[in-house]
């Protein structure tokens, strides 16, 4: 966490709550798995709750669903007949997913993958006005290079932990993790075709508007 824990508390406390299902979600996901801080939770949930009800999106691409907090926090912002695309690597998260998906009103605007999203991602053929990429940190740079194309001009790309613990602040660390994320940052920050501000929100989350 960046914030001081009572700035963070004090954040929460004035922001506006999440609906009563995700709330379930987030108890389910801390008993049923073992990585439950992959989720993101209320107050990160929120805000990409408002990006994507301020963009309105036809089209929303996520990059690791896992059990499917960010993306109905995400759903929320579609137009009725917009659909939000979905990859997870793993097969094992697909029951919890599904039992949310069903409990919120965009279970017919969902469509899930199971696989590597380096093989999938080339096959979905749409154009998307938001991206959030939330996947192995290590091919952080390598996903950017199959999105980019994908993301319509003007269109949003989200990318989270991008602070990575404070990691990437700190040039004596250099684990890969930590490498990939600094050199996604870096490439964002150089491309002349995006516009990019990063939030200390968390672990850190990249907000990039292509251009």
Sequence with gaps: MILHPDIQEYVEV???PAPDYLKELEKETYIKTVLPQMISGEYQGRLLSMLSKLIRPLNI???GTFTGYSALCLAEGLRPEGKLHT??????????????????????????????AMEIIPGI??????????????NYPSYYKLIKPKLKKGGLLLADNVLWYGKVADPQINDPETDALRKYNEILANDPAMEVIILPVRDGISLARKL
């Design 14 to 16: 004035f922001s506006s």
């Design 61 to 63: 691409l996520e990059i």
């Design 87 to 116: 990859i997870d690597i793993n097969e094992e998260y697909k029951e919890i997913q599904n039992l949310f998906f069903e409990k919120s009103d965009f279970r017919n605007q969902i469509i899930q993958y199971t696989g590597n």
């Design 125 to 138: 053929d749409i154009k998307f006005d938001l991206i959030f990429l939330d996947a192995d940190k290590k």
